[in-house]
């Protein structure tokens, strides 16, 4: 269990939320990109770019210093520019950081 980075995920969770909704934002304006959020020990809440499809990994999140929260990436998907903004107020941003928190054991 990693409770250093359970309670920066409790304490960041409206700026872990934003950067979600951040990052659905930038993968449907670029289809052809994948943007991961991610929740660092230190309190850095960052948003990765990469190709879409890629299954690179920040390099901390190997080593257990940091957590994936969720990846956007709408490659190869036709969506009308009309429901951009119901996809991204209609995703489960809490169910992705409670997932997150499981994963680090804090909640069954």
């Known amino acids: ?14 700026e872990i939320e934003n950067k979600m909704k951040e990052a659905c934002r930038d993968a449907l304006d670029n289809k052809h990109m994948q943007f991961t959020v991610y929740v660092k020990e230190s309190g850095k809440v960052g948003i990765m770019e990469d190709t879409a499809n890629s299954n690179w990994t920040l ?46 054991g804090g909640k069954k």
């Open 59 to 104: 390099a901390d999140c190997y080593n257990g210093t940091a957590i994936e929260i969720a990846t956007f990436c709408y490659a190869n998907e036709e969506i009308e520019e009309e429901y951009e903004e119901d996809i991204i107020s209609e995703f489960d941003y809490d169910y992705e950081i409670e997932n997150a928190i499981t994963i680090l």
């Open 1 to 14: 269990m990693n409770n250093t980075l359970i309670n920066v995920i409790n304490e960041k969770r409206e």
